[in-house]
């Protein structure tokens, strides 16, 4: 955190990469609070007569839901 003069340096790359990695989580978790609300209040006899329930199952089995990364170009010319 320090650099050789002394002086806090930050690698703000680092930070916006955390901050995307926090975005990601709260997408996967929003998701799966989403599907657990409809669950609990569905009026489909079971769960797995409730076409929204099949196909959120189908997503998630899938990897589309919680792998979805959204890609933004980096900053400063940085690359992965």
Request: aromatic share 4%.
């Amino acid at each position: 955190m320090l650099g050789p003069d002394g002086e806090p340096q930050i690698d703000r790359q680092l930070l916006a990469d955390k901050a995307e990695g926090f975005d990601s989580s709260i997408r996967q978790l929003k998701s799966m609070r989403d599907g657990l609300r409809h669950a609990a209040v569905c009026s489909a006899p079971r769960h797995m007569e409730c076409h929204k329930f099949r196909r959120l199952l189908g997503l998630a089995a899938s990897g589309v839901i919680g792998a979805y990364e959204e890609k933004k170009p980096l900053r400063k010319g940085k690359s992965k």
